[in-house]
């Protein structure tokens, strides 16, 4: 009888001494697989670290010629996604190590990317409004757990 109750009781330690091990592992390990974009409405927590499943996010303004905050809208007040959005970064963490993401979504201004692991992202934005295209690149380090801000400022081409 001593010897199941030793038995059951080490049974309870190995589980509660596992458990938090291999949640911290689950923790950012899918960072890379799923990179979303989506509009900032501004609605977002500004002292969010990261997006709800602990990857790195991304925060973008994109500002045209003048400085504006691009938000284009039709006629009718609805989204023009003119706005071509690539994202390239070269995953240094997660099932995606060592390979070169990318991404790419059309957008109508300033929006958000998620899901980003630790790498250094390159974000690149060409917008066609109004029979003129202009065009805008940066660069940042990304980790998990974080949240990082860019203005991207478009230029017209030549």
Not at 43 to 62: P, R, T
Not at 109 to 121: D, E, M, Q, T
Not at 135 to 144: I, L, P, T, W
Request: hydrophobic share 35%.
């Amino acid at each position: 009888m001593r010897f199941y109750r030793f038995g059951a009781a080490m049974v309870l330690v190995m589980a509660a001494w596992l458990t938090p091990r291999a949640r911290a592992q689950d923790e950012g390990d899918d960072c890379g697989t799923a990179v979303v974009a989506e509009d900032d409405d501004n609605q977002g927590d500004d002292d969010a670290q990261g997006d709800e499943n602990g990857c790195g996010m991304m925060v973008v303004e994109v500002d045209d010629e003048q400085g504006e905050e691009v938000d284009d809208m039709d006629d009718n007040g609805n989204p023009e996604d003119d706005v071509e959005i690539d994202v390239d970064e070269m995953a240094q963490s997660g099932p995606n190590a060592g390979t070169m993401l990318t991404f790419h979504t059309a957008q109508n201004g300033s929006f958000i990317v998620k899901g980003l692991p630790k790498g250094r992202v390159t974000i690149s934005a060409t917008r066609v409004h109004n029979g003129s295209t202009s065009v805008g690149s940066a660069k940042r380090g990304m980790r998990e757990h974080r949240t990082r801000r860019m203005r991207l400022r478009l230029h017209p081409t030549q």
